[in-house]
T-cell receptor
Framework: TAGITQAPTSQILAAGRSMTLRCTQDMRHNAMYWYRQDLGLGLRLIHYSNTAGTTGKGEVPDGYSVSRANTDDFPLTLASAVPSQTSVYFC????????????FGEGSRLTVL | GQNIDQPTEMTATEGAIVQINCTYQTSGFNGLFWYQQHAGEAPTFLSYNVLDGLEEKGRFSSFLSRSKGYSYLLLKELQMKDSASYLCAVRDGDYKLSFGAGTTVTVRA
């Protein structure tokens, strides 16, 4: 069972370059999320989508954009990367507001130099 | 936003019991969750409380008091594999899930 697949697993990126982190789920979950995890700060919500065609801003949305063209895919784009965006990025999904559990991808480690 | 506090680190002996406390302040409340995260891995779901009281699941139990904005995760009969970070998370009125910074539990032989 694939669950949630993220790509790439790891990436080094020059500052100023753009980057898209891919996230695909095969569980037909309505809700999807992007979090970043930094030491001492825990998981912080970047953007979310409650259903295909809709997106919303989380706690730290600046510098990131998302789209949700269909149920399965939820890519995260950094238009012009900065060193402060160095982090581990986790994509997650859930069945919707009535279910609680988030299912996480394995994470994408991004280093911006 | 949310304000979720939990201790940074805890150490316990194999076979013992450890209680991880979590306090929160939230705009609206739709449940409290605990996740386990081993180093270098993704978080995995442990428990969910939406009503006051104790939820037991094997060696792990979670308690919630909504009036006090308080929860705890109880780990019994600690095993070495329980060494991990434990994340308290609160779902707000908009159904967004916010996480605390996590508590690193180290189990010693």
């Amino acid at each position: 069972t694939a669950g949630i697949t993220q790509a790439p697993t790891s990436q080094i990126l020059a500052a100023g370059r753009s980057m898209t982190l891919r996230c695909t789920q095969d569980m037909r979950h309505n809700a999807m999320y992007w979090y970043r995890q930094d030491l001492g700060l825990g998981l912080r919500l970047i953007h979310y989508s409650n259903t295909a065609g809709t997106t919303g801003k989380g706690e730290v949305p600046d510098g990131y954009s998302v789209s949700r063209a269909n149920t399965d895919d939820f890519p995260l784009t950094l238009a012009s990367a900065v060193p402060s965006q160095t982090s581990v990025y986790f994509c997650a999904s859930s069945g919707g507001p009535d279910t609680g559990e988030l299912f996480f991808g394995e994470g994408s480690r991004l280093t911006v130099l | 936003g949310q304000n979720i506090d939990q201790p940074t680190e805890m150490t316990a002996t194999e076979g013992a019991i450890v209680q991880i406390n979590c306090t929160y302040q939230t705009s609206g409340f739709n449940g409290l969750f605990w996740y386990q995260q081993h180093a270098g891995e993704a978080p995995t779901f442990l428990s969910y409380n939406v009503l006051d009281g104790l939820e037991e699941k094997g060696r792990f139990s979670s308690f919630l008091s909504r009036s006090k904005g308080y929860s705890y995760l109880l780990l019994k009969e600690l095993q070495m594999k329980d060494s991990a970070s434990y994340l308290c998370a609160v779902r707000d009125g908009d159904y967004k899930l916010s996480f605390g910074a996590g508590t690193t539990v180290t189990v010693r032989a």
